[in-house]
């Protein structure tokens, strides 16, 4: 059973849909115990970083995400939350990954728009959480933040600069990228959570 973390951040549709079209038992929930008890976590998100991060802080979350054993999985903001700090609200976050999330600087002239939203490339990709995929993959971003490239980063995109389109370390995973909305490809990222991490 993999339990979606319920903290008022939205996509929870669009995750339990693409989760059922895997034939994935799934529970929605911000029951520690049942957090605790699941055998993967999902940590989704569209919303802004410091109200998110209070979610979670209001449902005494923080702590039980942190010390999770299991594979956990953080889409988009949910990623962001499990970096060191966002510059959105000035957040201090969970600070599993050890990178900060910054805001993207728009450039007309460069093409550089902000937020970044639609399909993007990644590349240079690691881990089992990306296995099946090629390089320069496009999956589908909509951002205006991004975590800052570390040893962490298991995928490369860019939007003006370099950043970290995915992170792992230990049972942590993130994307910064929908893979609930990005199609065959995105079922494949979502089939490995559940199947090899």
């Known amino acids: 059973m993999i339990a979606i973390v319920d903290y008022d951040t939205g996509n929870l549709c669009s995750v339990c849909h693409a989760l059922r079209r895997l034939g994935v038992q799934y529970v929605v929930t911000d029951n520690a115990e049942i957090i605790k008890a699941a055998e993967k976590v999902l940590l989704p998100g569209v919303g802004e970083a410091s109200s998110a991060m209070q979610k979670l802080r209001e449902r ?81 971003f909509v951002h205006s933040f991004a975590p800052q490239m570390c040893d962490e980063a298991i995928a490369v995109s860019e939007n003006g600069v370099q950043f970290a389109a995915a992170l792992n370390k230990d049972n ?26």
């Open 172 to 197: 942590f995973y993130g994307t910064q990228f929908h893979p609930e909305k990005s199609g065959t490809i995105g079922e494949i990222i979502l089939r490995n959570f559940v199947e090899k991490c």
């Open 60 to 140: 005494g979350l923080c702590d039980v995400i942190k010390n999770l054993s299991q594979p956990v999985l953080g889409i988009c903001i949910g990623m962001q939350l499990m970096c060191r700090h966002s510059d959105e609200g000035n957040a201090e976050c969970l600070g599993i990954f050890d990178t900060e999330v910054k805001h993207f600087v728009a450039d007309k002239a460069a093409g550089v728009k902000v937020p970044h939203m639609g399909w993007n490339g990644i590349s240079n990709l690691k881990t089992p959480l990306l296995e099946g995929l090629r390089e320069g993959e496009f999956l589908y």
